[in-house]
């Protein structure tokens, strides 16, 4: 009788269960491997992602440090050509040319009867601005006034005395609010004056406001303060210090007087710091 060849059962379950434990573990292996190769591949891929992410904002970093010099640089070029105009500009004043005329009119020139473009003059100045810059600006005044003008101004330059900008006030659509809530100071504009139907000084081209933002407008009715500009109420009080703020005995002050000029900063009510004037028989 032939000896059976089979593995008893139970030795052939248990040979099995080996196999599968091994084939298993193998995989298991397998996948762990696999798994830190993706990691170590995932970490090198972040570290060369923030190598070149690294490059690309040092690059940026330089285009920037660039950008700003060549800013800084065109800025400085921009300086050093309006110090130069300004500084081989004339005081003067003219007639209203054909082209100014045409811009003026219907902002601060309007059809009137009072006066007309022959009694106006356009004046050029030099000035001196709130970063010390020397600068060149222009006015319209009355044809009467226009040589004193000249003179002020040229005065007030050499004394570096500091006004932040001075453009016509068709530039602001002759809105006389919107020039002096941004510190133009200004001359000729036919308007009225405030609260009245009497035509104002300006409409006339006998006067002129000086940094008005700092020397406001100031009128109380009816034991209510109005204050022009309307941003410039932190600069009502006179009793405060602060830069640029016109005060009787000043250089400006001087100047002006000197010339003929009044102040409305004298007035009781209402009170203009800003305002000078000149008084002629019309």
């Known amino acids: 009788m032939k000896k059976n060849s089979r593995l008893p059962n139970t030795q052939y379950k248990n040979i099995m269960k080996l196999i599968v434990m091994i084939l298993v573990t193998s995989l298991c292996i397998k996948n762990i491997t696999g798994r830190k190769l993706n990691s170590q591949n995932h970490n090198e891929n972040n570290s060369k992602t923030d190598r070149r992410t690294d490059n690309e904002n040092s690059v940026k970093a330089n285009d920037i440090a660039e950008n700003d010099k ?45 006066i007309s473009y022959d009694d106006l003059r356009h004046v050029v100045v030099g000035y001196i601005d709130f970063e010390g810059r020397k600068c060149i600006g222009e006015l319209i005044v009355n044809a009467s006034i226009a040589k004193d ?40 504009n036919y308007r009225v004056v405030d609260g009245t139907n009497r035509i104002s000084a300006h409409g006339y081209g006998l006067a ?47 100047i002006f007087i000197r010339h003929g000029f009044k102040w409305g900063g004298d007035w009781n009510t209402p009170v203009d710091y800003q305002h000078f004037y000149k008084e002629l028989e019309r």
């Open 208 to 254: 002129i406001d000086i940094n008005p933002l700092y020397n406001p407008y100031v009128r109380t009715t009816f034991g209510e303060r109005n204050v022009l500009p309307v941003n410039a109420v932190g600069y009502a009080d006179r009793t405060k210090e602060f830069d640029h703020k016109i005060v009787k005995g000043d250089i400006c002050y001087n």
């Open 70 to 114: 060549t800013s800084e640089k065109a800025e400085t070029e921009e300086n050093d050509i309006m110090n130069e105009k300004a500084d081989n500009i004339c005081f003067y004043y003219e007639e209203l040319s054909e082209e100014l005329k045409s811009y003026i009119t219907g902002k601060s020139y309007k059809e009137n009867d009072d």
């Open 149 to 188: 003008v000249t003179e002020i101004f040229k005065e007030l330059y050499d004394n570096q005395y500091q006004i932040e900008k001075i453009k016509l006030i068709d530039e602001y659509d002759a809105d006389d609010d919107k020039s002096m809530a941004d510190n133009n100071s200004s001359a000729f």
